[in-house]
């Protein structure tokens, strides 16, 4: 197979890969949407979202983050999340159910300008995965417990 042909077969593998996502997630129960601009210059995106999930993991089932880049030229990135949170006193870990603007604060505390908005509809998270995870504009990271994904 010559490079253009395998660059091709990658291209749509990776397309159908991500729309695969997108219909995965779309299927799940989400509370929130946010996204996360690091107030100090940050080009890590893999190490982004994790430092993200480790801020909201105490009051997080389930969170998909997903990391975009900033263009040039100062190349910084910026964490999209959607999580689910934990319900109200009735947890494993005794964690009580996160509001947007609790959620606002330690992100806004530990990383920056943030915004957090509640999922009002199916049609939130298909506009969400139709920007973030079908254009291939991210890194991505599945955070929380195994059973909580399905």
């Not at 105490?58 to 030229?73: D, G, I, K, N, Y």
């Not at 604060?105 to 139709?130: F, K, M, Q, T």
Request: hydrophobic residues 35%; positive net charge; contains cysteine.
């Amino acid at each position: 197979m010559d490079r253009y042909a395998q660059f091709t077969k990658d291209a749509i593998d990776s397309t159908l890969a991500r729309e695969a996502y997108a219909r995965y997630l779309q299927g799940l129960d989400w509370d929130f949407f946010f996204t996360v601009t690091f107030r100090n210059r940050f080009r890590d995106s893999i190490k982004a979202h994790e430092i993200v999930w480790e801020t909201i993991a105490p009051h997080s089932a389930r969170a998909f983050l997903a990391t975009e880049r900033h263009r040039r030229p100062n190349l910084n990135c910026h964490v999209h999340g959607l999580v689910k949170v934990h319900r109200y006193g009735g947890t494993e870990s005794g964690q009580l159910c996160a509001t947007p603007t609790d959620l606002w604060r330690h992100l806004y505390g530990n990383h920056g300008r943030s915004r957090v908005e509640p999922v009002r509809s199916i049609e939130d998270v298909s506009a969400y995965c139709s920007k973030y995870v079908v254009k291939r504009l991210s890194d991505y990271g599945f955070y929380g417990r195994p059973k909580l994904w399905t």
